[in-house]
Each structure stands twice: as C-alpha cells, then as structure tokens.
T-cell receptor
Framework: AQKITQTQPGMFVQEKEAVTLDCTYDTSDQSYGLFWYKQPSSGEMIFLIYQGSYDEQNATEGRYSLNFQKARKSANLVISASQLGDSAMYFCAMREGRGSTLGRLYFGRGTQLTVWP | DTAVSQTPKYLVTQMGNDKSIKCEQNLGHDTMYWYKQDSKKFLKIMFSYNNKELIINETVPNRFSPKSPDKAHLNLHINSLELGDSAVYFC????????????FGPGTRLLVL
C-alpha cells in the first residue's frame, strides 16, 4: 500500500487566489511527521512546512499552512494568495517514527501547480 | 552559503563506466541521505548514514556504494552504470536521525548513454 497519496497530478490557480493541494497518508505509527516540499523547474527540493503527529495546532509558515486532519489521515497544503513563483511540483512526504524506518521519508507522486496571471 | 552541496550537477556518461557523486553539508548535521528521483519524478530513499554509520540500505543494486569519510560528507559511487541508472540523485541531511526536517542538495542529473 502506498504510504503517501497525492490524487491531483495537476492543479491550476489564478494569481492571488488560495489553493489546496491534497495529501493522504497511511501509517500505523503513533509518532510520525508530515512534510511538504516544493520542486521548481530548476530542480531543487525546497522544504516548506512540517507537522508532527502530536501537534494539535495546524502548522503555518508564511503563506503556507498545513490542514492536518488526523482522523482522516490527511495533511493538505494550503497556499494563500498564490504568486506566479509558486508554480512548481509539490511533494507531500511522511517520516515514520520507529526502528529501521527511522529517518526515511516516504514521498507522494507530487502535484504540479500552475499559477496563471 | 550553501547548506547541502553536490558535485557534479550534471553527469553524462557511457554504459559500463564507474562514476562518483559527492555531497557535503555545512550544517553540522549528524545524518545524511541519498534519494533517487526517477523520470516520473518519484523520490525514493537509497541510503542513510548517521555519524558515518550506515543506517538505511534500501533494496539498491550493490553497484551502488555509499561512503561517508566524515559526518559532513556522503559520497555515492556507482559501478558499471546501466541505462536505468539515469535519474536525479539527491543528497539530504538532518540534524540527527529521526529529526524532523531533511534539507536537500540541488541534485545531480545523471544520464547514462
């Protein structure tokens, strides 16, 4: 079974609008971490935001927020006030907390976001 | 100041050759990783090292051999390159094993002809 599922291969949003990128995860661990990374066309992987499984508040970093719904096992990324520079591939990832998997990030297949003027 | 750096950025080589990719981090982190991103952009871990000790060794052909001379460096050597090895290879580091955020290098684009 896939650990991370991103069901939107591509998303389009108009500049200055908000957009939500979906991510669901699968784990039986109690302790885990959820991440979003951005990969622009230049290819680097940029860390955006992190949510721990025990964090009660949704994580926020500037225009990025993570909508964490533990019971539904979802960790959607919300980008407010989209900018042209937000056009990129976005990856959701999970780190499980135990044993030999410790430290390993499992990635989803990514969502290609295009922001249009 | 580059946090995680990789050399080379691009690598074009013939099948059967041996090549190395170098990674260095100046963040003072204990743990380093190698990930492979295939042509469909799927990222998968290959190896991780913690304080120069191999921690994760995914199901990777033994033609791939990581080496960590010190905590700040993790190199990847690939023997007898095959067409299927063409991919982007990312190095990453985190403060310690299991620490939340992994910071990635710029990637090395390997093309095997």
């Amino acid at each position: 079974a896939q650990k991370i599922t991103q069901t939107q291969p591509g998303m389009f949003v108009q500049e200055k609008e908000a957009v939500t990128l979906d991510c669901t995860y699968d784990t039986s661990d109690q302790s885990y971490g959820l991440f979003w990374y951005k990969q622009p066309s230049s290819g680097e992987m940029i860390f955006l935001i992190y949510q721990g499984s025990y964090d009660e508040q949704n994580a926020t970093e500037g225009r990025y927020s993570l909508n964490f719904q533990k019971a539904r096992k979802s960790a959607n990324l919300v980008i407010s006030a989209s900018q042209l520079g937000d056009s990129a591939m976005y990856f959701c990832a999970m780190r499980e907390g135990r044993g030999s998997t410790l430290g390993r990030l499992y990635f989803g297949r990514g969502t290609q976001l295009t922001v249009w003027p | 100041d580059t946090a995680v750096s990789q050399t080379p950025k691009y690598l074009v080589t013939q099948m059967g050759n041996d090549k190395s990719i170098k990674c260095e981090q100046n963040l003072g982190h204990d743990t380093m990783y190698w990930y492979k991103q295939d042509s469909k952009k799927f990222l998968k871990i290959m190896f991780s090292y913690n304080n120069k000790e191999l921690i994760i060794n995914e199901t990777v052909p033994n033609r791939f051999s990581p080496k960590s001379p010190d905590k700040a460096h993790l190199n990847l050597h690939i023997n007898s390159l095959e067409l299927g090895d063409s991919a982007v290879y990312f190095c990453a580091s985190s403060q310690f094993l299991g620490q939340e955020t992994q910071y990635f290098g710029p990637g090395t684009r390997l093309l095997v002809l």
